[in-house]
Each structure stands twice: as C-alpha cells, then as structure tokens.
C-alpha cells in the first residue's frame, strides 16, 4: 500500500521552542501531490499547503515553513517560536491524481505548553 | 472568502435510524469529497462526485450513499445506523476542471448513535 507515516504521535514543546512534524511517504507514481492540514480542538480541518512532486523547492510561509525530499521520500513541517494556537493535530496527506482522494497520515498532536 | 458549508454540525440518532447530511460547496467548485474521522483518527475517504456523476469511492459501506445535485451541493444518506457509525463526517471540495487541485474541508458534522 502507498503509506503515509507520521511516526510522531504527540509532541509536546514549550511556548517560543521551534518544532518539526515528520512525514514519509510511499508512492510509485512520479506524479503526486502532498499537503499537511491542520485540525485544532473545534474539530475543523484548516489546509495549510499543497505541494507537487516536481516541485523540491522548500517554503516558507510566516512561522511556517516545509521541508521536501524526494530522495528521502519526506516532507516534514517546522514551526518555528511556536505559540499556543499552534496546539493542534497535523495530518500530512497525499493525493495521486486521477485518484481524486486524500489519504491521509495518523497524525501528530502538537501540545504547545505556555 | 465563502468556504464549503455542512448541514446539520451535530447529529443524534438511535441505532437502526436514518441520517442525511448536507455538503455545500464552495461556489464554483465542481467537485464534492466525503470523509469519515472516527475518534483518535484519521479522515478517511468514502466518496466523490466531479459534475454530479460519482468520481471515486472509498470505505464507503454499503448502507450509505450519496448524490451530488445540480446546484453541486451533496448529501450523504445514512441507513440501519450504528454504534460504530459515530463519527465526524467531513465534506470538502475542490475545483478540478482544469486539473488537480487542493480540498478544502466543511467544518464536518458529529454524528452520535446511541
């Protein structure tokens, strides 16, 4: 099966500290799409990036930032002088086109302590 | 900017009943997804529509369905519940007309067999 792996189940970090959620990926398409979203405690799921395979190029987006590997098949998310509105849960996901789905990661519980 | 409405939040229902829950695209989009979260997990996909014909299907069982009406809204129809059907339903959307493109996701909808 193509897996998505969060290996990072929760992370608790204190106000202020960076952090970094982990994401692998399996695919045997050279074609395909991977998105982190975020789900805070009122359930909702909030999309945070969409990225493509051909695209390597790191991004940074305010406290934001994306780190992808093909090589390593990873594309992991910093966050950096975190704040406690980051508590949330991280889902990566990918979506094979034509497939017209996400599939999602286990996701990890950020907790981010004052 | 208008986001992907979902009808009703919350939803409590006794075994055996019927549920339907309402998706609301966000205008202009043509695609519909739905999804199941169960607690402590991830979304998983049941079901979409591109142009009002059905695009792909998931874990969907066979007690639910859905349809995508000509003003694109959706819904999904629940029957014989059960226990297990307690879950956070999400709809999100999408516009693929001119290719792949990111889903953004409905506030989702709790539903409570009891």
């Known amino acids: 099966a193509q897996k998505v792996t969060q290996a990072q189940t929760e992370i608790s970090v204190v106000e202020k500290e960076d952090v970094t959620l982990d994401c692998v990926y399996e695919?045997?398409?050279?074609?395909?799409?991977l998105f982190w979203y975020k789900q805070p405690p009122s359930g909702e799921l909030v999309f945070l990036i969409r990225?493509?395979?051909?695209?390597?190029q790191n991004e940074i987006s305010g406290r934001y930032s994306w780190n992808f590997q093909k090589s390593t098949s990873s594309f992991n998310f910093t966050i950096t002088a975190s704040q406690v509105v980051d508590s949330a849960v991280y889902f990566c996901?990918?979506?094979?086109?034509?497939?017209?789905?996400?599939?999602f990661g286990t996701g990890t519980r950020l907790t981010v302590i004052p | 900017a208008a986001g992907v409405i979902q009808s009703p939040r919350h939803l409590i229902k006794e075994k055996r009943e019927t549920a339907t829950l309402k998706c609301y695209p966000i205008?202009?989009?043509?695609?519909v997804y739905w999804y199941q979260q169960g607690p402590g997990q991830d979304p998983q996909f049941l079901i979409s529509?591109?142009?009002?014909?059905?695009?792909d299907k998931g874990s969907i069982p066979d007690r639910f369905s859905a349809q995508q009406f000509s003003d694109y809204h959706s819904e999904l129809n629940m029957s014989s519940l059960e226990l297990g059907d307690s879950a956070l339903y999400f709809c999100?959307?999408?516009?693929?007309?001119?290719?792949?493109?990111?889903?953004?996701f409905g506030p989702g909808t709790r539903l409570t067999v009891l």
């Open positions: 990225r493509n395979s051909f695209d390597e």
């Open positions: 695919t045997r398409d050279t074609t395909y799409y």
């Open positions: 999100a959307s999408s516009f693929r007309r001119s290719g792949p493109d990111t889903q953004y």
């Open positions: 529509f591109y142009e009002k014909m059905q695009s």
């Open positions: 996901a990918r979506e094979t086109p034509g497939a017209n789905n996400l599939f």
């Open positions: 205008p202009r989009h043509d695609t």
